[in-house]
């Protein structure tokens, strides 16, 4: 079925003047009769002219967090994965430039786009040096800081050039003041960026392990990850959507603290969902294996404290 077909005469009106002004490269008028269409109907190809004249029009932030929301659309074409990345590098957010490019399995393709963001990155260096020594001594410090600025600086630090970025994650990963949630978010960061090297880390036993990340699945694509998401939906989905999108969004988290030693703790994962949707309906379990159970309260209660801040 065309697009048209699924537009309203008005809108059928503002896409025929959008395609006027993208002609006539009026980037900004075009931009927003397209956010006024997408408002209307989002759907891929309105979403696409829409970050084509965002970026047209150098406002590429806008653009790259209209993209996320067909992300994994704009990676079924070298053209349209390019100017993802090329987003991502504008916005000098190099760390999800480098997530983005490795995503894409074609090898020559990636090299070249990790050159570009090499060069990029290289640029940056000299235009935003103190910036960047600023970010970097927050970032390596980031236990310093209250939750909320940990969130702000760690943010900061993915516009660092990557290099720069995994130095400070190495040192936090092993710190005893870093909070479980940043460690476990840096794992998954490095985990995405590919790093080859041995990863030490520190887990919520406080002990130290070494681990080769880019051996390991990411928690998403585990099977005791899909394993508890499918149970979870057997469970609630059906009867209670709202609360399965509560659940996931808590499971998720818990399982991400976890990581990725979740296989030694999660023993029972039917167990352990059970657990979860006694919980949120304020129902006691008696059911849970003790060991299981010590470390679903220690999850539970991060997540719970992590939310309140």
């Not at 979860?276 to 159970?293: C, G, L, T, V």
């Amino acid at each position: 079925m065309a697009l048209e077909e699924h537009l309203t005469p008005e809108m059928q009106q503002l896409m025929a003047r959008a395609q006027t002004e993208m002609k006539q490269e009026n980037w900004h008028d075009a931009a927003e009769t397209l956010t006024a269409v997408y408002e209307a109907l989002a759907t891929f190809e309105i979403n696409y002219r829409l970050v084509t004249a965002l970026f047209m029009d150098e406002q590429y932030q806008l653009a790259a967090s209209y993209a996320d929301d067909f992300l994994l659309n704009y990676l079924e074409s070298e053209p349209d994965f390019r100017m993802v990345v090329a987003l991502a590098v504008q916005n000098q957010n190099f760390v999800y430039a480098q997530q983005l490019a490795m995503l894409w399995d074609e090898g020559s393709v990636q090299n070249d786009v990790l050159a570009e963001i090499r060069a990029a990155e290289d640029r940056a260096r000299v235009d935003m040096a103190n910036t960047f020594q600023t970010i970097a001594r927050q970032f390596y410090h980031l236990s310093d800081y209250s939750i909320t600025e940990q969130r702000d600086r760690y943010e900061s630090a993915r516009h660092l050039p990557v290099a720069e970025f995994i130095v400070g994650a190495f040192y936090l990963l092993i710190d005893p003041y870093a909070t479980p949630i940043i460690r476990a978010t840096l794992l998954e960061d490095l985990q995405k960026l590919r790093v080859s090297d041995p990863v030490q880390y520190r887990w919520l036993d406080d002990n130290l392990y070494t681990i080769q990340l880019d051996e390991l699945p990411l928690l998403t694509d585990s099977e005791i990850f899909e394993e508890i998401a499918d149970y979870l939906d057997e469970k609630v989905g059906q009867d209670d959507p709202i609360a399965l999108e509560m659940l996931a969004q808590q499971v998720r988290f818990e399982l991400t603290l976890l990581y990725p030693r979740v296989n030694d703790v999660v023993t029972d994962p039917e167990g352990w969902v059970e657990a979860s949707i006694d919980q949120y309906y304020e129902r006691p379990n008696f059911s849970e294996m003790a060991e299981q159970k010590k470390w679903h309260e220690i999850v539970r209660d991060l997540t719970t404290n992590f939310f309140k801040n």
